[in-house]
């Protein structure tokens, strides 16, 4: 066998380095087209297709770590492409009648926070739940609807539950709560040191009725024994009063900030107006926003092209975003009836209810991974959303318990 001339073995070897330099220089990140800089703002996301992004902007005027208002700049040329939310009030913990319930955010709040904003899958769209109803923005068509769905949310809350919150965000005594946790104590008396403790200057009512009913206690509220928490450093009066509550009732009651006391309660008194968070569709076509108000559930949807209300639709009382399920292609909306004892089936393309699966309790009940396919009652059946076809869990067996975790096959068929 001949030898490859030495020539040739040195060009050879020459050019598979120049081959390989070539590949490294292909694959290594390009410089920056362009700098976007300033103390008065912070990135925040890059859009799926890496054309623009989004960041915060701060003014002296809104003061701390609260944005003014949402930019968008072009990922080439850094060049602005829009301002939105501006002079917006987060309001993600105010309900509908404008009374924070629980832990709210910063009383003196005078704008938002880039937590508060929420995004579609592939980052066109965003939203923020502020003190007049819901904003949405159209960042790749740069538009904008501050209101696209109206809610009376007062501007300002009532100064005095702002003074009770404060009084309920404080830190609370590490030695006087370490000393308190050592035994139990009966509820009176456990209110009564609550209050010493976490300096308490304003009147708890508690509504012992309610609370001995949603347990199911024939025993005295009073007379309940319950136990201090275990200092943290996250200890505040709130979170203490918190934990005393659900083990007077079992989880089933919680405090009320009223304008100039606490009111204690079960939850469904204190739910009686509420808003959950706002979701995305899957395809980011739609954005969900449950509430209650006047003890009726509601579920507002909103085309995210148009920023139109296309519908509100009865919901029940106690439902959580959790319950709430698009399939894939955005094209059905299953959610529980008002009265619970059923799924609706809702069409988003001719806004209409494809159907009713009578007879559920949906709950956390999780749908498949083709996204139509999904358990009811507690695991002993499994139906198809888009037909409505409903079959046993186990063909030919009736299942004699409920199962509280499923794991579906990644065909859906198992």
């Keep these: 066998m001949s030898r490859m001339p030495t020539t040739v073995r040195i060009g050879a070897f020459f050019a598979v380095v120049g081959a390989l330099a070539v590949a490294l220089y292909v694959t290594l990140p390009t410089e920056p087209t362009s700098v976007v800089s300033g103390t008065d703002m912070v990135a925040d996301l890059l859009s799926s297709d890496g054309t623009y992004f989004t960041g915060g902007f701060y003014t002296s005027e809104i003061g701390g770590h609260q944005c003014a208002s949402l930019k968008v700049w072009d990922a080439r040329t850094g060049a602005e492409r829009g301002d939105y939310f501006r002079k917006l009030i987060a309001a993600l913990y105010v309900v509908h009648d404008g009374v924070p319930i629980g832990q709210v955010g910063d009383p003196d709040q005078r704008g938002f926070t880039l937590a508060d904003i929420r995004y579609s899958h592939d980052r066109r769209y965003c939203v923020l739940l502020h003190r007049r109803g819901l904003a949405l923005a159209d960042l790749q068509e740069g538009r904008e609807w501050q209101t696209a769905v109206p809610l009376d949310i007062v501007l300002d809350p009532d100064p005095g539950v702002n003074k009770i919150v404060r009084q309920l965000d404080r830190r609370i005594d590490e030695h006087l709560l370490q000393h308190a946790a050592e035994k139990k104590t009966k509820w009176k008396e456990a209110l009564s040191l609550w209050k010493a403790i976490a300096r308490c200057q304003f009147p708890v009512v508690v509504d012992r009725k309610a609370i001995a009913a949603a347990a199911k206690r024939d025993e005295d509220p009073d007379e309940v024994e319950v136990k201090f928490p275990v200092w943290t450093a996250r200890s505040s009066a709130g979170n203490v009063l918190e934990d005393l509550i659900s083990q007077l009732s079992g989880g089933t009651a919680d405090y009320f900030v009223r304008s100039d006391h606490i009111e204690i309660t079960t939850k469904k008194e204190k739910h009686k107006s509420r808003i959950l968070l706002p979701t995305f569709s899957p395809l980011g076509t739609f954005i969900v926003l449950p509430m209650i108000a006047a003890d009726k559930g509601k579920l507002h949807v909103v085309e995210c092209a148009t920023g139109t209300l296309i519908a509100t ?35 988003t393309k001719s806004r209409q209810t494809l159907r009713t699966i009578d007879g559920i309790g949906i709950g956390h009940d999780p749908l498949a991974p083709d996204g139509v396919t999904m358990l009811l009652n507690g695991g002993a059946e499994i139906v198809n959303l888009r037909t409505g076809v409903r079959r046993p869990f186990i063909e030919g067996q009736v299942l004699d318990k409920l199962f509280h975790s499923f794991v579906f096959s990644p065909d859906s068929k198992a």
């Excluded at 639709?313 to 299953?334: G, S």
Aim: overall charge negative; some cysteine; proline content about 9%.
């Design 313 to 347: 639709l009865p919901m029940h009382l106690n439902v959580q975003w959790q319950n709430i399920h698009f399939t894939p292609d955005d094209e059905l909306l299953c959610f529980p009836a008002a009265d619970r004892s059923a799924l609706i089936v809702w069409d």
